[in-house]
């Protein structure tokens, strides 16, 4: 039940409240590896991007771990202007097995990066 209402409440465009609840599923040991790979996007949406990077880095290290945890920690990689890790990131993402309208979209950002390198070598990881 508790999942269910983070994701209306996620998907009513209220991440903070959804975050809340996801914390509550992890606090009462409930939280699986998508609960905590959720609560780690509404921390990086809400201004928690430390906790959020920490979060992802820990389910990275899990062998569950899905996919948008990479996509995750790439988009955290571009806001702080880290080539390199965005281009590790979007990388361990395809491996990841994504779904495929999101695997094109992965590679077509790979592709610009490497277009970018090639007139901005300063952007080569």
């Known amino acids: 039940l508790r999942r ?49 990077e920490q979060l992802y880095r820990d389910l990275a290290k899990r062998p569950d771990a899905p996919a948008e945890v990479h996509a995750g920690l790439a988009r955290l990689a571009l806001r702080r202007g880290d080539y390199a890790a965005l281009t590790r990131q979007l990388e361990a993402y395809l491996a990841a097995a994504p779904a495929p309208e999101r695997a094109a979209r992965a590679d077509a950002a790979l592709e610009r990066l490497a277009a970018e390198r090639a007139v901005a070598p300063e952007l080569a990881p």
């Open 4 to 52: 269910r209402a983070a994701a209306i409440l996620y998907d009513a465009g209220r991440p903070l409240e959804a975050g809340g609840v996801l914390e509550q599923l992890e606090a009462d040991g409930l939280a699986d590896v998508i609960d905590l790979s959720n609560l780690a996007l509404c921390l990086e949406l809400t201004g928690g991007e430390e906790q959020a």
